[in-house]
């Protein structure tokens, strides 16, 4: 504890080695990952949250006995979570040198147990697109929450399209544009 109003918390994690299969574009492949090791610093000062993490692990792609991919992730992440009275401020950005550019920035309202949040976000490298994401938020008890949400992502026409997990056609049109409807219910500890 740094002061009674600012507080910061240090966390090391680690992941045991493991390999996966799974099934993408009529494929079979498997993601043989290494050990991760990883650090995240939060400092918690009044309501608000400033967070940073690092994640470093290896892993190999893999079709059959064939090595399509070798990946040295280096992953830092930093974030906000911001306070302004009844506004929330919320931002947070991924940095891989390989795979991942994200970041999305959004603003939530608060309206006794309700909150309407609107969120934009980016991301490049890998895949390319962009989404905006509308929300509204009940409070149902302190540790209990409702949320309802829009998403549509957008993304670059060809012939593996960002999100979109279904190699597409493109005799038959590229479809660029999700929406996504979600209902879910939160709880913490």
């Known amino acids: 504890m740094l002061t009674d109003a600012s507080q910061l918390r240090i966390s090391t994690f680690a992941a045991l080695p493991s390999e996966n299969d799974y099934r993408l574009y009529n494929t079979q492949y498997t993601l043989d990952a290494s050990s991760a090791y990883g650090l995240t610093m939060d400092w918690y000062q009044d309501d608000n949250v400033f967070r940073i993490a690092y994640l470093t692990a290896e892993a190999d792609l893999k079709t059959g006995s064939y090595n399509i991919s070798h990946y040295d992730m280096d992953l830092l992440a930093l974030g906000i979570n911001y306070a302004l009275g009844d506004y929330h401020l919320f931002s947070e950005y991924i940095y891989d040198n390989q795979l991942y550019s994200n970041w999305y920035v959004g603003l939530a309202r608060q309206f006794g147990k309700w909150q309407p949040y609107a969120q934009y976000g980016q991301r490049r490298k890998l895949y390319s697109n962009d989404s905006y994401l509308f929300g509204l938020r009940y409070n149902v008890v302190p540790n209990v929450a409702i949320n309802g949400e829009w ?39």
């Open 151 to 189: 998403q549509v992502v957008n993304s670059t026409e060809n012939i593996i399209s960002g999100h979109f997990t279904r190699e597409q056609n493109p005799l038959t049109g590229i479809e660029t544009k999700a929406h996504i409807i979600s209902l879910a219910i939160s709880f913490t500890f």
